[in-house]
């Protein structure tokens, strides 16, 4: 009777930890679950916040003052480039930064292909053909590449 009652102790005792690291590698496959849910989750919410700082630009019609002021913002991003059409420069406009590929229909929309200038200092100075009027409007436009990444922008004085 003492071996069959220690072999039952010694096989309850073999299934409760059997039952415990079924249990235990369970709960860590959903955690790996969760845990790659959450990733992605924060994924999503960052893309979305580095590119909630261009939404105010989408289409909308902005002052002079905003312009120089995405101009100082945007000054020294990698990869990026803003161009600047005042009313004394329609034709061509002024690329600040990096000069990107902005024909909506080319393979290379967004693409940089060049540099442009590397300081604003002509879009403060009155007497310049890039002067860009603080009180002026500004159709604004969001430049994005083939990644749908933002690359640049485009105002044009309206």
């Given at each position: 009777?003492?071996?069959?009652?220690?072999?039952?102790?010694?096989?309850?005792?073999?299934?409760?930890?059997?039952?415990?690291?079924?249990?235990?590698?369970?709960?860590?496959?959903?955690?790996?679950?969760?845990?790659?849910?959450?990733?992605?989750?924060?994924?999503?919410?960052?893309?979305?916040?580095?590119?909630?700082?261009?939404?105010?630009?989408?289409?909308?019609t902005?002052?002079?003052?905003?312009?120089?002021?995405?101009?100082?913002?945007?000054?020294?991003?990698?990869?990026?480039?803003?161009?600047?059409?005042?009313?004394?420069?329609?034709?061509v406009?002024?690329?600040?930064?990096?000069?990107?590929?902005?024909?909506?229909?080319?393979?290379?929309?967004?693409?940089?292909?060049?540099?442009?200038?590397?300081?604003?200092?002509?879009?403060?100075?009155?007497?310049?053909?890039?002067y860009?009027?603080?009180?002026?409007?500004?159709?604004?436009?969001?430049?994005?590449?083939?990644?749908?990444?933002?690359?640049?922008?485009?105002?044009?004085?309206?």
């Amino acid at each position: 009777m003492n071996n069959a009652s220690t072999a039952l102790k010694v096989a309850a005792g073999i299934f409760l930890t059997i039952a415990l690291i079924t249990i235990v590698v369970i709960l860590f496959i959903s955690a790996q679950e969760a845990t790659k849910t959450a990733q992605n989750n924060f994924s999503d919410i960052q893309t979305e916040l580095s590119q909630a700082a261009f939404t105010v630009y989408d289409g909308t019609t902005i002052s002079g003052s905003q312009v120089t002021n995405a101009l100082r913002k945007f000054k020294g991003k990698d990869q990026f480039g803003i161009l600047v059409k005042t009313g004394k420069n329609k034709v061509v406009g002024t690329w600040y930064g990096n000069v990107l590929e902005d024909n909506p229909n080319s393979s290379i929309y967004g693409s940089v292909i060049g540099n442009g200038a590397p300081v604003f200092k002509s879009a403060l100075d009155e007497t310049s053909n890039d002067y860009v009027n603080p009180s002026g409007k500004f159709k604004a436009e969001i430049v994005k590449d083939s990644s749908n990444v933002v690359r640049g922008l485009i105002f044009v004085q309206s």
